[in-house]
């Protein structure tokens, strides 16, 4: 059986931060990457940030540089998505993913195995 699971999410004021946390078990612990999406109401999912365990590669999303920091090891520990600077656009439902791929992954499609998601709502 293969479990992700999403923590940390909230509603928060402009400007905040919150530190979002994904665990992984079953199968998924074997993944190569981790990516974080994100999914507003009636909007795409949206990729937000990943790394690549292998060598700690990061990749992230233009409007979210300089703001989120994805940090992990591997799948077996928690992988975390520090979200600072928080605006309204960030609000939505944010959910990780693994993936057997490595490298820069941005399609929802090159993922495995999703959680179901936390809520982020930013309010001013």
């Known amino acids: 059986q293969v479990q992700l699971v999403e923590s940390g999410g909230g509603t928060v004021q402009v400007g905040d931060s919150l530190r979002l946390s994904c665990v992984a078990s079953?199968?998924?612990?074997?993944?190569?990457?981790m990516g974080w999406f994100r999914q507003a109401p009636g909007k795409e999912r949206q990729f937000v940030a990943a790394?690549?365990?292998?060598?700690?590669?990061?990749y992230y999303e233009d409007s979210v540089k300089g703001r989120f920091t994805i940090s992990g090891d591997s799948a077996k520990k928690p992988v975390y998505l520090d979200v600072s600077s928080l605006n309204a656009e960030d609000t939505a439902v944010y959910y990780c993913?693994?993936?057997?791929?490595?490298?820069?992954?941005?399609?929802?499609?090159?993922?495995?195995?999703w959680g179901q998601g936390t809520q982020v709502t930013v309010s001013s």
């Open positions: 993913a693994t993936s057997y791929y490595s490298g820069s992954l941005y399609r929802v499609n090159e993922y495995h195995y």
């Open positions: 790394i690549v365990f292998s060598d700690g590669s990061t």
């Open positions: 079953g199968r998924a612990l074997s993944a190569r990457t």
